[in-house]
């Protein structure tokens, strides 16, 4: 039975147990207002005999705060090792298709976008996967790399993080075909959420098509990879709307789901829901803790302390001639490690959002 953990944008550093998977109602927009948050579904622990041929790549590490040892397990080598991981990437596109009326409405990543790429292009040129140099609020060069690798740099600076050769990166996405969902009236429709015209489906009912996709592509996804299933104008919803994104597992496949809101300005704008699911699969990955890394307020979820400020909590950057929006993500400083450990001694958050909340423990 899946336990599902969602964060709500006003309480974004803790997480408390929400439901468990079932049929939720289907959202309401006259009656419940939009809410922006994201999600994360605990994995489906499933019996194989066989361990994988090429596992996901994990480290262990720990810190104590206030006399009691915190363990985690995250993506790529311990950054004391100063080895780079490359991590293999799949981006699925799904178009959700909606039947009403004689009518049917379709919201497709592969639409094309003002500046002639598809939504899928875009999120491949997008600083998650291509390399641009990052400065440290205090300063630091981080180096030429990708924002993820750049954040985790960042997160163990003074760790071995520093280290020239030290990266967790994510590979050159590989795009599958587009998967075509058609909801049922029971399970989403089409909506209108802060001003904008998309398209709503229950997360548990939606969760269950991945799945269901990501068996079709076993051959080739493997746990040692990670599927990211992308949507355009499209929220998920749990009773209410709106969820931008989640990550979890199948057994010690993890897998995540983001979407690209096409509307400037617009909760889930652009890439900030990948870049903020994408840094919590890295330091929350789901594969070996199956309750996930714990933190004495919740657990390591380092985009959700960021999503309730100005701009979901994203800050612009300019690529290939595009203007992205990368959610700001939470160092380990921030749920009680040590101050000696991420760049410029006591950062909070890549971007040091100057409206932090201070270290997570201090209210939970």
């Known amino acids: 039975m899946k336990l599902r953990l969602t964060s709500l944008s006003l309480t974004a550093a803790l997480l408390a147990v929400t439901g468990i998977a079932g049929t939720a109602l289907a959202q309401d927009t006259d009656t419940m207002p939009a809410h922006p948050r994201f999600a994360r579904i605990l994995p489906t622990v499933k019996a194989d005999p066989n361990s994988p041929v090429t596992p996901l790549t994990t480290w262990n590490g720990s810190f104590t705060y206030k006399s009691r040892t915190y363990n985690y397990n995250m993506v790529g080598t311990a950054p004391s090792t100063g080895t780079s991981t490359t991590i293999p990437v799949f981006i699925i596109p799904i ?23 598809t ?114 104008d ?35 704008q652009d890439v900030s829901a990948l870049s903020h699911e994408a840094g919590e699969w890295l330091d929350d990955p789901l594969v070996v803790n199956a309750n996930g890394n714990p933190v004495s307020c919740g657990i390591l979820e380092v985009g959700d302390p960021e999503e309730g400020f100005a701009n979901y909590g994203a800050f612009p950057y300019t690529l290939n001639g595009f203007t992205y929006n990368l959610q700001d993500l939470t160092y380990l400083e921030y749920f009680g490690a040590p101050t000696t450990t991420s760049v410029d001694g006591g950062t909070e958050t890549f971007h040091d959002n100057p409206f932090h909340l201070g270290i997570c423990s201090n209210g939970g």
């Not at 996709?213 to 299933?229: C, E, M, N, V």
């Not at 897998?255 to 809101?261: L, N, P």
């Open 95 to 117: 178009a959700l298709q909606y039947k009403s009326g004689g009518t049917t409405t379709t919201f497709s990543p592969l639409i094309k976008l003002s500046n002639g790429r």
């Open 119 to 232: 939504a899928v292009q875009n999120a491949i040129d997008s600083p998650i996967f291509q390399k641009m140099d990052w400065v440290s609020p205090g300063g630091t060069d981080l180096g030429t790399t990708q924002y993820e690798d750049a954040f985790q740099r960042g997160n163990f600076w003074n760790m071995g993080g520093s280290a020239a050769g030290y990266h967790v990166l994510l590979g050159k996405p590989t795009t599958t075909p587009l998967q075509t969902l058609v909801v049922p009236a029971s399970d989403g429709s089409v909506g209108t959420e802060f001003g904008v015209k998309v398209g709503l489906a229950d997360i548990t009912w939606f969760d269950g098509q991945l799945n269901t996709i990501l068996t079709k592509f076993k051959s080739k996804i493997t746990p040692g990879t990670l599927p990211i299933f992308m949507t355009y």
């Open 234 to 268: 499209a929220y998920l919803t749990e009773g209410s709307c709106c969820i931008g994104g989640y990550h979890s597992a199948t057994g010690l496949q993890a897998y995540s789901h983001f979407t690209y809101i096409g509307t400037a300005g617009v909760f889930a």
